[in-house]
Each structure stands twice: as structure tokens, then as C-alpha cells.
């Protein structure tokens, strides 16, 4: 009797733990804790917006929307290399496409492949080879998921305020110091806002394109463009002339303040990424082309500077299989087609409904058909052509520029910071 009844015991145990596991297995819940730099304006609508969707449709899973706030990740970027390197690591945390993810998280060992999902899924038919090339490596282990294509040379105004001001958005810098900003500071209007160092050197990325032209921006990365040559050095001139004619309290401020100085009508011109369409449409409510209008910044016409939002899984996270159900959705067309029209970007996945004109407004309509015709680079302020290590010292470097404006420090600064992080030689 007492060793039938220990059977059964057994026996109650094992089914219990077998249900448990199936459970586990086919309906993941618990917490999984999302790690951006998503806060404040323009920032956290297409994250909130693909929250609310998913937990409808996976109640038992809660997402954790965990934030550090500051543009392009300046703070964020620390506090999750102390959790990562403290045995802490979120579940999942945001990463860009390229040297941000590969040249740190891949290199050291500590991102899980997502090979298996991108087969359930079938995305690698749905992303583009160009993307999915930026977050694998060698072998062909794919180490994050994207959730958008943003772009990063864009200038941004006002059309009723520049008519009235007697100004058009200028087709080069040239024209930009020579003309277009004299013109608007007769007028007491500034012709350009600016923000705190990190905007400076996403400024710095736009005029270098439009200055030395797809190649030679190319060659910065991949070390056939000499740091030191008059070329680059003057792209640190061409800056100093820019910034003239910019604010004085650009280090005070936020990308947001600088790009609501243009709607405000403090200003006239912002160079920004597209999550500018965010802040512009949904936090102030503004109509593209109207309240707000954009063209590419100075001298790019035709070439799309891009960067993208992606989310990984990191070796030894709390809850793994709800997790890949997050990542599962935030790749798919249906999640993309929830964040991207509140976010300012592109689609990543190519079966979203980016056709759909009333998803995506006139804005992603014209980034589309950029993206499908331009020439494409890298951005190196949002982390695809260059490390960590490199993006750290530069902003040193432009916080001294910005101050001194010593170019020809500037610029052998930048030559010996890309030799001793190993870029391209
Ligand atoms: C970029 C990021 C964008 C946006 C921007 C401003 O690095 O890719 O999604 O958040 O920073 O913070």
C-alpha cells in the first residue's frame, strides 16, 4: 500500500512536471524587460504603441519597458555595459545595426544566435541581405532582430517661415554660410539650431557627406580617406562655420529643444534623423510638408545616410523563451506597421504595408522611395560604420572642436583614435 501510493505519487509528480514544461514550452509569460533610451518626445510612441498590441494578443507575458534617457543612447550606453558586464543583462535591449553590436556585444560572446528564428519566421526572406549582413558575422549567425530603418541626413524647417524670411533650404554648405545664414541673422532669426555634443557630431556626419562626397565618407571607415588630409580637416572648418551660425547654448540643450526651435520659429534650419517626423506629428501635432518639410542636408541630395533600431537577446537573460515571443513580434510586419508610423522610420521587415499611405504619411512615402533608389552609407553618430571605442573618442574630440575650434587637432585627433581602435587598417 505505501509503495503503490509513492508510485502514484511519482507518478502525479512527473505528469505535473511534464504539463509544466509543455506549458513553458508553447506559452511562455513572466516579465521581459525591454532596455532603450526611448524617453521624452518624438521617442517612446512606437515602442508603447507595439506594447499595448502584443499584450493583447500574449496576456501572460509582461513586457518591462525599462528606459535611461538621453538622445542616441549618450547614458544608456553605460549603464547597460555595467549590467551586462555584472551578470545583470536585460532581457532584450536596443543596439544598432553594425559596429555597435558587432564590434562589442558580438566580439566579446555574450549575444545569443537567432539563426532558429529568423527560419520560423522566414525573415530571412523579408529583411534586406544589405541589413541582415550588418548584424551577423562571419559564419552567418545572426545576432539581432531590426525594428526600423532610420535616416540620418536630413535638414529640417518651417515652408511658411523660410517665405517669409525671403530663404530657401540650401543646396550645399557653401551656399548655407555664404548666403542662406547671413540673410537670416540681418533678419534676428537663427539660422541654425543645434544641441548638446552628441547632435554635433550627428551635424558633423551630414556635412562630411555633403562635403567629401559618398567615397571619401566611405574611406573614413574603411581607411582609404586620410583623416589628416586637407579634405577631412576642412569638414572641421566647414563645421566651425556652421556652428557661428548656430545657437550659443547648443551644449544645453536636447535634439528635441533644437528641433522645436524650428517649429517654434526661433530658427530656421535642424539637421536630424527622421525621429524628427515623430515629434513633429505626434507630440505637436503637425501636418508633413506643412507645418513641417525636410530635404536631405546640404550636398546629399540622392545618398541616404542610415543607422537601425535593433533588439538582440544577451547570453544568461531572465526569461529567454518569452523573450524570442517578444522578438518574434517586434519583427514581424504587423508589429513594424504598429511602430514605425509613430516612431519616423522605415519599416525593416519588406512585407509591411509601407505602400499603405494611410499608415505611412507623406514623410515615409518620399524616405521610401529614397531608400529604394539612393545611394546608401552608414552613419557613424548612430553606431553602424564605427565602434563604441571610436564614437566615445570622438565625441571628446568634438567637445575640444566645439570650444577651440582647432581643426587641424581635430583631425589628427580623429586619425590617431581610429588607428588605436582599429578601423579599417
Ligand atoms: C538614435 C536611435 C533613434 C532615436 C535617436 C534619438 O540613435 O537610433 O531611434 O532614438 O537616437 O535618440
Given amino acids: 500500500m505505501?509503495?503503490?501510493?509513492?508510485?502514484?505519487?511519482?507518478?502525479?509528480?512527473?505528469?505535473?512536471?511534464?504539463?509544466?514544461?509543455?506549458?513553458?514550452q508553447d506559452d511562455p509569460s513572466g516579465d521581459v524587460e525591454v532596455f532603450t533610451w526611448w524617453t521624452g518626445g518624438g521617442e517612446a510612441h512606437g515602442l508603447a504603441g507595439m506594447i499595448e498590441a502584443?499584450?493583447?494578443?500574449?496576456?501572460?507575458?509582461?513586457?518591462?519597458?525599462?528606459?535611461?534617457?538621453?538622445?542616441?543612447?549618450?547614458?544608456?550606453?553605460?549603464?547597460?555595459?555595467?549590467?551586462?558586464?555584472?551578470?545583470d543583462p536585460p532581457d532584450t535591449f536596443q543596439v544598432h545595426a553594425g559596429q555597435e553590436l558587432n564590434a562589442l556585444w558580438v566580439a566579446a560572446g555574450r549575444m545569443e544566435p537567432l539563426n532558429d528564428l529568423y527560419e520560423e519566421n522566414g525573415w530571412f526572406e523579408q529583411y534586406p541581405q544589405g541589413l541582415i549582413d550588418l548584424i551577423s558575422d562571419e559564419e552567418g549567425n545572426v545576432y539581432s532582430v531590426p525594428v526600423n530603418i532610420h535616416r540620418s541626413n536630413l535638414m529640417w524647417y518651417v515652408p511658411a517661415n523660410l517665405e517669409a524670411w525671403g530663404v530657401t533650404a540650401p543646396a550645399s554648405w557653401e551656399e548655407f554660410v555664404t548666403t542662406t545664414?547671413?540673410?537670416?541673422?540681418?533678419?534676428?532669426?537663427?539660422p541654425i539650431s543645434l544641441g548638446q555634443t552628441w547632435t554635433q557630431v550627428h551635424l558633423w556626419e551630414s556635412v562630411a557627406l555633403g562635403e567629401l562626397g559618398v567615397e571619401a565618407y566611405n574611406g573614413l571607415w574603411n581607411g582609404t580617406t586620410e583623416w589628416t588630409s586637407p579634405e577631412v580637416v576642412a569638414t572641421f572648418d566647414r563645421l566651425g562655420q556652421i556652428m557661428d551660425c548656430a545657437n550659443d547654448d547648443m551644449n544645453a540643450l536636447s535634439h528635441q529643444d533644437a528641433l522645436l526651435m524650428v517649429t517654434e520659429g526661433r530658427a530656421a534650419f535642424n539637421v536630424m534623423g527622421d525621429w524628427a517626423v515623430s515629434l513633429y506629428t505626434v507630440d505637436e501635432g503637425l501636418e508633413p510638408g506643412v507645418g513641417f518639410a525636410w530635404v536631405p542636408s546640404p550636398g546629399t541630395d540622392g545618398v541616404f545616410m542610415m543607422l537601425s533600431d535593433t533588439f538582440g537577446l544577451p547570453k544568461g537573460g531572465p526569461n529567454p523563451e518569452a523573450t524570442r515571443v517578444w522578438l518574434s513580434y517586434l519583427g514581424s510586419a504587423e508589429g513594424q506597421d504598429i511602430f514605425n508610423p509613430l516612431k519616423g522610420s522605415l519599416p525593416a521587415n519588406t512585407t509591411a504595408d509601407i505602400n499603405n499611405p494611410e499608415l505611412y504619411n507623406a514623410y515615409f512615402q518620399a524616405a521610401y522611395a529614397d531608400w529604394t533608389s539612393n545611394t546608401i552609407v552608414g552613419s557613424l553618430a548612430h553606431g553602424l560604420v564605427a565602434p563604441q571605442s571610436f564614437l566615445?573618442?570622438?565625441?571628446?574630440?568634438?567637445?575640444?572642436?566645439?570650444?577651440?575650434?582647432d581643426s587641424l587637432t581635430a583631425s589628427s585627433n580623429a586619425a590617431v583614435l581610429a588607428l588605436q581602435t582599429g578601423m579599417g587598417r
Fill in 181 to 190: 545664414c547671413p540673410t537670416l541673422q540681418e533678419a534676428g532669426i537663427i
Fill in 54 to 87: 502584443f499584450s493583447k494578443i500574449h496576456p501572460d507575458i509582461n513586457i518591462v519597458n525599462a528606459t535611461v534617457a538621453g538622445g542616441s543612447g549618450v547614458n544608456f550606453k553605460a549603464v547597460l555595459v555595467s549590467r551586462m558586464l555584472g551578470g
Fill in 392 to 405: 566615445d573618442g570622438f565625441y571628446a574630440i568634438m567637445a575640444a572642436f566645439q570650444s577651440g575650434r
Fill in 2 to 24: 505505501k509503495s503503490k501510493s509513492k508510485i502514484i505519487l511519482i507518478f502525479i509528480l512527473f505528469i505535473l512536471g511534464l504539463s509544466s514544461q509543455v506549458v513553458a
